[in-house]
Each structure stands twice: as structure tokens, then as C-alpha cells.
């Protein structure tokens, strides 16, 4: 009888304590296992329901059918989302926060592809970390690296931005500038400037385009353009002077002084060099070729002040060939004949008595 009064008193001791434990925290509950150990079971609740649970306890956990999501309750932040009982929630169907940081590596040479996008945008209150460097940095090691879009891409910056290649940059499209174009001085350049190369870059400088001036003089004598010539001129400037009763006169400045080309018609008109024209016997004679005539001469001199200099040539096609006049006692006046390439034809009606028999040829620029 002893015994079982010992029993029970130990039963009421252990039931008076799990009673107290309980009582601290709702949440666990000691027990005496069948081996006389006190343990310690957790006392939550699952809630299966579109509504949050009232009174829960931590730890406590709810599946929101509405939502399809399970909660765990925390007393101070309430229900907190665990994870979605959807499979297809995850994070390319719903957002997030980034707590921590994270790596995405590509295992095996395995690549990321982002395709039939929207928009993508990329974020950064400091800056983007790339290779261990804090900055913003889209690279390839390898092949082509390509940025396009369907309509229109921008890329800006908050203060400046370079673009570097070893060998070049290419322009491949019509570009328009909407603001300041800076040459290698760091200079926007001033208004009517153009960008000039100094062999190693670009830099504004004056703008060198040549004009020609014309002008009407009333003064009658040939070549004196009288006081007429244009101010503040450069190099290689073209000034025409026409007075009133003669032929134009072109000048071009050398940077130094106004030097006289020539008249305009007066300088298309030359004659040939001298040559030999058979006549010891009368009737038609040999065709003589003038323009390969003037050419033997004109490209091979026999003396010159100036080896380094050659005397200009024009093209068979571009003159025009004459025969001014003859001596009529000795040549055919109406045998004569010049064709298009300057070929000459003749005929003798009596060799000359002595050598002053005379034909004059005369070329003109067409």
C-alpha cells in the first residue's frame, strides 16, 4: 500500500510540472518517456484555410489556400511567407528581396541566355562588382559582343564615357550630334571651324576653303586689274579680272602676292614646235603626223635649265588642229588637210628655188 501511495505522489509531481511548464510557454510540453526521462514536445498547430489563424502561437504553421502559400508565424513580425506550394512560383513568377549575396557561376562552359524580353534593367545604388572591380562593365573575352534593340538603344553616363579598341571604332550608320564635339585639345571650337587631322588626332582650326572672286574693271588695259583684287586673301584663292575690252585674266594668290595664269583664250592657243616639211618634189606628199611631232619634242628636250622639270603635255583628243596659212607658190592650198588627230596631208605644186617656203600649224586647247 506504501508503494502505490509513492506512485501516485510521483504521478502528481510529474502531472504538477508539466502543468507549470506548460503554463510558462504555451508552445512546449514536458513528458516523462516510458524510460523515466522528462522531454520536451513542441505544442504548434497546423492551419489548412483561406483565413489567417486567431491566436497563434510561434512557430505556428498556416497554409493559405487563397494564395497557395505556406506561413510560419513569428511574434513580431506576424506571418511570414516560407515558400510557395506551387511549383511554378519561384523567381521568374514572383518578386523578391536579395538578403545576402549570392554567385551565379556557369559550370562547364554553360551559358545564360535572356531572350524575348520586354525591358531588361539593371540596378545599382553603387556600382555593378565585375572581376573584382567596382564598375559597370559589359564584356567578351571572345568573338563579338553585341548590343542591339528593335527600335532605339541609349547608353549614358552620370560624368563621362570612353569608347577603346585597339585597331578602330566604326561608325557604320548616319550620325547626329546633338551637342559639343570635343578634338584632342578637350575644345568645342568656335563657330565656322572645321576639324583638321594633325596626324595623330583632330583639333578645330580655321576653315581654309578657297573662293573665287570675279571682277568687272573699268579700266581698258589688258592685265592691270587696277587696284581690284579681293582682300584678306589665302592660299590658292582664284581671282578673275575682265576689263572692258579685253579677255578675261585669272590670278591666283601663292600666299604671298596675286600671280597673273594667263588669259583665258589667249592661253589655248600655242603653236607646235618647228619641224621638217618635204617639198623637193612636186604631187601629194607623205602624211605627216603633228601631234606625234609636238609630243617627241615637247616630252624629250634636248637641253633644259632644270632636270627636274618636264614641259606639259595634252592628249591627242583633247586639241584642235589648224594650218593658218601657206606659201601658195609652192604647196597646194586646196590639198592641205588637218584631221581630228592631227594628222597633216599635202600635196607640192613646185619645190621651192631656195628654203623660205612657210606653213604655219597652230594648236588649241579644246
Do not use: C
Request: proline fraction near 5%.
Amino acid at each position: 500500500m506504501y508503494k502505490n501511495i509513492k506512485h501516485i505522489n510521483l504521478f502528481i509531481l510529474t502531472f504538477a510540472l508539466v502543468l507549470l511548464s506548460f503554463s510558462a510557454n504555451a508552445q512546449e510540453v514536458r513528458v516523462v518517456d516510458n524510460k523515466g526521462t522528462i522531454q520536451t514536445v513542441n505544442n504548434n498547430t497546423v492551419t489548412t484555410s483561406t483565413t489567417a489563424p486567431t491566436l497563434p502561437l510561434e512557430n505556428d504553421v498556416w497554409f493559405d489556400t487563397t494564395n497557395n502559400q505556406i506561413k510560419i508565424y513569428d511574434t513580431v513580425d506576424g506571418w511570414k511567407l516560407i515558400t510557395s506550394t506551387l511549383a511554378s512560383q519561384n523567381i521568374y513568377t514572383a518578386n523578391g528581396d536579395l538578403i545576402d549575396n549570392r554567385t551565379l557561376s556557369g559550370v562547364s562552359n554553360f551559358g545564360l541566355t535572356f531572350e524575348n524580353l520586354t525591358y531588361f534593367q539593371l540596378f545599382s545604388n553603387n556600382s555593378i562588382e565585375i572581376n573584382g572591380t567596382l564598375s559597370t562593365q559589359l564584356r567578351s573575352t571572345g568573338g563579338t559582343m553585341q548590343i542591339s534593340s528593335g527600335t532605339s538603344s541609349q547608353i549614358s553616363a552620370g560624368t563621362t564615357m570612353e569608347l577603346s579598341a585597339p585597331s578602330n571604332i566604326m561608325l557604320q550608320s548616319p550620325t547626329e550630334f546633338n551637342n559639343t564635339l570635343l578634338d584632342i585639345n578637350n575644345s568645342a571650337g568656335t563657330s565656322g571651324q572645321v576639324l583638321t587631322s594633325t596626324g595623330t588626332g583632330v583639333q578645330w582650326a580655321n576653315s581654309q576653303q578657297n573662293t573665287v572672286t570675279v571682277s568687272t574693271d573699268t579700266d581698258t588695259i589688258q592685265n592691270e586689274p587696277n587696284g581690284t583684287f579681293p582682300v584678306s586673301p589665302i592660299e590658292n584663292d582664284t581671282f578673275i579680272y575682265k576689263p572692258t575690252n579685253g579677255e578675261k585674266v585669272y590670278y591666283v594668290f601663292d600666299g604671298t602676292e596675286w600671280n597673273m595664269i594667263a588669259p583665258t583664250k589667249a592661253a589655248r592657243v600655242f603653236y607646235p614646235p618647228s619641224i621638217l616639211v618635204p617639198a623637193s618634189t612636186a604631187g601629194p606628199q607623205a602624211n605627216i603626223d603633228l601631234y606625234a611631232m609636238y609630243s617627241s619634242q615637247f616630252s624629250s628636250p634636248i637641253a633644259s635649265s632644270d632636270a627636274t622639270a618636264s614641259i606639259p603635255l595634252y592628249q591627242r583628243d583633247e586639241l584642235y588642229y589648224f594650218v593658218t596659212d601657206a606659201d601658195s607658190s609652192v604647196f597646194d592650198i586646196s590639198s592641205i588637210n588637218v584631221s581630228s588627230t592631227g594628222i597633216l596631208s599635202y600635196s607640192v605644186l613646185m619645190p621651192p628655188t631656195d628654203d623660205n617656203a612657210i606653213i604655219n600649224v597652230v594648236f588649241v586647247v579644246k
